[in-house]
């Protein structure tokens, strides 16, 4: 780089994928504020090309990237857990379809059982986990879907084949993007909401 990046109104932004080894991670972390040693950027290098290979992409789904790095820290603690959760699509009546999300999640030592209905089984899950989770973390509400991306990972495999579902969200003032992975495309939805919902926590947390 000839100039500074910023000396032109631009920013340099390194890349994680599959394809990056540890000089890389070192380098993305220290951007976001995390301090990783060398080794603990080879295991998280490793677990990337993990993931990838699974179907995840971190390109463009760089919070979810951070989630994974702090997850890893000992200090880290999430703020709810799955316990499960069931999605029903039924026709009634010749009607289009309705869905309906039943969502148990964990916050602390308290689990929260709640049910939804929604436009799609991605909506039903999307109203559940917020049931479940706004008393606690009533900065959700701000949170909302922006876009949402269904990419099939192995085309050979026909409907069999893993999905990748990359979903951008924002709370008014911050975009991120998050990304789950699955041959199960209301589980890969499952993946890339929580993510959402969690980085949503983890900024609030932070100012």
Same mark, same amino acid.
């Given at each position: 780089?000839? !100039?500074d990046?910023?000396?032109?109104g631009?920013?340099q932004?390194?890349?994680?994928?599959?394809?990056?080894?540890?000089?890389?991670v070192?380098?993305?972390t220290?951007?976001l504020g995390?301090?990783?040693?060398?080794?603990?950027?080879?295991? @998280?290098?490793?677990?990337?090309?993990m993931?990838?290979s699974?179907?995840f992409?971190? &390109?463009?789904?760089?919070?979810?990237?951070?989630l994974?790095?702090?997850?890893?820290g000992p200090?880290?603690?999430?703020?709810?857990?799955l316990?499960?959760?069931?999605?029903l699509?039924?026709?009634?009546?010749? &009607?289009?379809a309705?869905?309906?999300?039943?969502?148990?999640?964990?916050?602390?030592?308290e689990?929260f059982?709640?049910?939804? &209905?929604?436009?799609?089984?991605?909506? %039903?899950?999307?109203? +559940?986990?917020?049931? %479940?989770?706004?008393?606690?973390?009533?900065?959700?509400a701000?949170?909302?879907?922006?876009?949402?991306?269904?990419?099939i990972?192995?085309?050979d495999a026909? @409907?069999?084949?893993? @999905?990748?579902?990359?979903i951008?969200?924002?709370?008014?003032?911050?975009?991120?993007?998050?990304? +789950?992975s699955?041959?199960?495309?209301?589980e890969?939805s499952?993946?890339?909401?929580?993510?959402?919902?969690?980085?949503? !926590?983890m900024? &609030?947390?932070?100012?």
């Amino acid at each position: 780089q000839h !100039i500074d990046p910023a000396a032109v109104g631009n920013r340099q932004r390194v890349l994680v994928s599959e394809l990056s080894g540890a000089s890389n991670v070192v380098t993305r972390t220290a951007q976001l504020g995390i301090k990783q040693s060398r080794s603990d950027a080879a295991d @998280t290098a490793q677990m990337l090309k993990m993931m990838e290979s699974r179907g995840f992409q971190f &390109e463009v789904a760089e919070a979810s990237f951070e989630l994974l790095v702090r997850r890893q820290g000992p200090e880290y603690e999430s703020p709810f857990e799955l316990v499960d959760f069931l999605t029903l699509v039924e026709t009634r009546g010749g &009607e289009s379809a309705v869905s309906e999300a039943m969502v148990k999640i964990r916050v602390g030592n308290e689990i929260f059982h709640t049910a939804a &209905e929604g436009n799609g089984p991605v909506s %039903a899950l999307d109203a +559940g986990i917020r049931k %479940a989770l706004l008393s606690a973390y009533p900065v959700l509400a701000s949170v909302r879907l922006v876009d949402y991306k269904v990419r099939i990972v192995d085309s050979d495999a026909g @409907t069999d084949a893993s @999905t990748r579902v990359l979903i951008d969200s924002t709370n008014g003032e911050d975009f991120w993007t998050t990304v +789950g992975s699955s041959t199960n495309v209301v589980e890969a939805s499952w993946l890339a909401l929580a993510d959402s919902f969690e980085y949503a !926590i983890m900024l &609030e947390k932070k100012r």
